[in-house]
T-cell receptor, first 115, second 112 residues
Framework: AQSVTQPDIHITVSEGASLELRCNYS??????LFWYVQSPGQGLQLLLK??????LVQGIKGFEAEFKRSQSSFNLRKPSVHWSDAAEYFC?????????????FGTGTRLQVTL | GAVVSQHPSRVICKSGTSVKIECRSL??????MFWYRQFPKQSLMLMAT?????????EQGVEKDKFLINHASLTLSTLTVTSAHPEDSSFYIC????????FGQGTRLTVV
């Protein structure tokens, strides 16, 4: 069965510091990979996605993620965190079906940013 | 990007009553929509797949008679929580896929 692991439940970083959120997955084949951000009481916003090609993908708000097949990982990074980045971040995987299918989510990482 | 609108964003209802949540794709047609449930400080769990013109597909452990899903058109799916109980209180969120999943804003349901 597929699964997504986000080992860090809660991370606190200072504004301006770099950030890396970890995501590992277990899947039968290389899935589609996503990172979403959720502000309190809000829906999910897509930060970036990996379908194929360049394993380093750029997203919105200055985020990037690197797909490493050998490690089954898709870690999210940002070189300099802003206070507005404080939110819950979810890694998700989905099957390669041509159109987005149902997703399996990790448990999320809550990011706190200190000033 | 594509927009998915979910309504209401917040609802409080009494135990035993039913609540309907709407999920609309505003600028594209969605033959399939997904309904997720999120408990406080937990991840999203897929409840069911809503299929336009046919029956929804429910995930294991989800009561289909409690969570009624109707996908009457290519832009609208509804989730009705029937005979709501306090344990049904949760955050419900829908998504509609194109090449990626677009999510509604979510609905915070509180059953009192």
């Amino acid at each position: 069965a597929q699964s997504v692991t986000q080992p860090d439940i809660h991370i606190t970083v200072s504004e301006g510091a770099s950030l890396e959120l970890r995501c590992n997955y277990s899947y039968g084949a290389t899935p589609y990979l996503f990172w979403y951000v959720q502000s309190p009481g809000q829906g999910l916003q897509l930060l970036l996605k990996y379908f194929s090609g360049d394993t380093l993908v750029q997203g919105i708000k200055g985020f990037e993620a690197e797909f490493k097949r050998s490690q089954s990982s898709f870690n999210l990074r940002k070189p300099s965190v802003h206070w507005s980045d404080a939110a819950e971040y979810f890694c998700a995987v989905g099957p390669r079906t041509g159109t987005a299918s149902k997703l399996t989510f990790g448990t999320g990482t809550r990011l706190q940013v200190t000033l | 990007g594509a927009v998915v609108s979910q309504h209401p964003s917040r609802v409080i209802c009494k135990s035993g009553t039913s609540v309907k949540i709407e999920c609309r794709s505003l600028d594209f047609q969605a033959t399939t929509m997904f309904w997720y449930r999120q408990f406080p400080k937990q991840s999203l769990m897929l409840m069911a797949t809503s299929n336009e013109g046919s029956k929804a597909t429910y995930e294991q452990g989800v009561e289909k008679d409690k969570f009624l899903i109707n996908h009457a058109s290519l832009t609208l799916s509804t989730l009705t929580v029937t005979s709501a109980h306090p344990e049904d209180s949760s955050f419900y969120i829908c998504s509609a896929p194109i090449t990626e999943a677009f999510f509604g804003q979510g609905t915070r349901l509180t059953v009192v």
